[in-house]
């Protein structure tokens, strides 16, 4: 019957047939936005608001605002902001002029290999921060700069134990995200006007400093407060090189104050990370302000300058700095897992592969990390990648007032630090879930729910943009023929995201597989992750194994990125990172 009526035409459906469609349609819309609001909102909202809720309760005398004006009192808190604000600054600096220097160098010249360039640019982006800490660390420590005599003498502290270092480090770490919003900047620049002034006979110099420079500051700013926000949120590198050197910032003072658990600590760390997600509100608005006074310019790229018989001294400049600041420490990183003990020299006949025996084989909590961050990563990957397909779904093709406003909270739990959405996930989940009368808190569940709420945005932002580039019309004739919701999805819809959303899924694997910011409040024995591990090792002092832990992190980390890199070609530009 149906067949014949299609042979006939439309028209020849009954009204109730088609009616009957859409209210079905309309139904599997309405449950599946109400399924995606409950997700959003119960992992990114709820503890968020329970966070603020905490932080601003009145004190024990009444007064309103106590926990909060109590806290903010003490001289710890007030010296660790003056840390975080100090250390984040001067590292924003150095992230801009590295930052600025590669993207203009690789963005208006002539220079060769600009692929293999961008993705040693960007390998700071890819190596969690405290594997960055601890690869300079041994750098600073190891025999390569004892022969130039800058390694630190036999008992001597280390100098990356000072905010001298935090700022080094978190600077060059940070630096990733300045060279990508100046990159995507110059991009954009209106040619026209470039073009007057080459043709005008100005040396390229006199162009960039005069003409290119002031229109790509917004883009400048924007990477700066970008680097700035990530250095108030960092974790890893305070923690492996403050602790030590007696530089507490807030994020760090956090953690210590939860390691004294007890019943008023978490009040006192609810008020600190309302004080740390502010600064980072703050940071964040900076784009928001500067993003007006861009000028937009054509969709033709720019012509590079060439160099000419200068091409070879400014490739070999820019190699030796990208190698420098991101190549060697990794190299020093491999060297000490390789190393018997901590201050034996590397060479062939003492090089062994003990630590990395010892580190899987001997230390049981490494197997277990292993185990939890592959399922924590995989597991986060999946839930996100099949969250984000519907919600990208309604909010570009199905303009969706609702999905659009799920797609902007979802990204809030990703752009605050990490130590503030791991408190307000303590807050939330600590008591018993209210039906099953179970406690999450010292489960790998609850874990698993930070990263679910954290890294949603990374899978979300690829695929709304592979989204955009499908017509409309094939969803639509899809559901002409009767096709459902979730047929049209899996049949219509994945076939033409679905790498972009593969891609965003390995960009969750590779960022949760080494967290340590949100594990470091969460973490609880049996439940450690690669990160915790890591962090632990060099704490105690086995820096060997620690070394070796670390390695074998990196190594499925660049796996990953070659195999998110075999996928550009079938990507959106931009969802891809390192694409040149």
């Known amino acids: 019957m149906d067949h014949e009526l299609r042979k006939r035409g439309t028209s020849a459906y009954p009204a109730s047939y088609f009616f009957g469609r859409k209210r079905s349609s309309w139904g599997a819309k309405r449950v599946l936005l109400i399924a995606l609001a409950v997700y959003v909102v119960a992992l990114g ?20 605002f106590g926990v909060l004006l109590q806290q903010w009192r003490t001289p710890a808190a007030q010296t660790a902001l003056i840390h975080t604000l100090e250390a984040s600054a001067l590292a924003t600096l150095v992230s801009v002029l590295i930052g600025v220097v590669v993207a203009f160098v690789l963005a208006l010249t002539d220079i060769r290999n600009k692929a293999g360039l961008t993705f040693v640019a960007l390998l700071p ?58 990159r995507a900047g110059l991009r954009n620049l209106p040619r026209d006007l470039i073009e007057a002034a080459r043709l005008g006979g100005a040396h390229p110099l006199r162009v960039a400093r005069s003409v290119i420079l002031p229109l790509a500051l917004p883009a400048i700013l924007a990477g700066a407060a970008l680097a700035f926000v990530a250095s108030i949120g960092n974790f890893g590198i305070p923690a492996l090189l403050g602790i030590p050197g007696r530089y507490t910032m807030l994020t760090t003072l956090i953690y210590q104050h939860l390691q004294g658990f007890g019943p008023r600590v978490l009040g006192e760390v609810a008020a600190l990370a309302v004080g740390l997600a502010a600064l980072a509100v703050a940071g964040l608005m900076l784009p928001v302000v500067v993003r007006g006074f861009a000028i937009q310019g054509g969709s033709a790229s720019l012509e590079p300058f060439p160099l000419g018989r200068g091409r070879a001294w400014v490739e070999t400049l820019i190699w030796i700095l990208l190698t420098v600041i991101a190549v060697i420490p990794l190299v020093a990183l491999l060297a000490a897992s390789l190393a018997p003990a901590l201050g034996v020299p590397l060479r062939f006949d003492t090089a062994t592969l003990a630590n990395y025996r010892f580190a899987l084989l001997e230390q049981d909590a490494t197997l277990r990390a292993f185990g939890n961050s592959l399922l924590l990563a995989f597991t986060t990957a999946l839930v996100s990648a099949a969250v984000a397909l519907p919600l990208a779904y309604f909010a570009t093709l199905r303009q969706s007032r609702t999905a659009r406003v799920l797609d902007a909270v979802a990204a809030v739990p990703y752009a605050v630090p990490g130590t503030v959405l791991a408190i307000a996930i303590i807050l939330v989940f600590l008591p018993p879930v209210p039906l099953l009368n179970v406690s999450l808190y010292g489960t790998i569940g609850i874990i698993l729910i930070a990263y679910l709420a954290r890294f949603l945005a990374l899978v979300l932002r690829p695929t709304m943009a592979a989204m955009g580039l499908i017509n409309k019309n094939l969803d639509e004739a899809a559901q002409i023929a009767g096709a459902p919701l979730l047929l049209r999805l899996r049949a219509v819809i994945l076939p033409s995201v679905g ?70 070609g079938r990507l959106p530009e931009g969802v891809v990172p390192w694409q040149a």
Do not use: D
Request: no cysteine; glycine share 8%; net charge negative.
């Open 45 to 64: 909202v709820l503890p968020l608001a329970r966070l603020f809720v905490e932080a601003f309760l009145p004190g024990r005398g009444g007064e309103l």
């Open 125 to 182: 982006l890819l190596v969690p921060s405290q594997i960055t800490a601890l690869a300079w660390i041994e750098l600073t420590s190891s025999s390569m700069l004892a022969l130039l005599g800058l390694a630190p003498a036999p008992g001597e502290t280390n100098m990356l134990y000072s905010k001298g270092g935090i700022v080094l480090v978190m600077g060059i770490e940070h630096s990733t995200l300045v060279f990508l919003a100046v």
């Open 499 to 568: 790498p972009s959303v593969m891609a965003g899924a390995l960009l969750i694997f590779m960022s949760a597989l080494n967290e340590l910011t949100v594990s470091a409040l969460l973490w609880s024995t049996g439940r450690e992750t690669l990160g915790v591990v890591v962090f632990a090792l060099q704490y105690e002092g086995n820096s060997p194994a620690a070394a070796a832990v670390a390695t074998i992190s990196v190594a499925l980390t660049l796996a990953l990125a070659m195999l998110a890199t075999t996928l550009r």
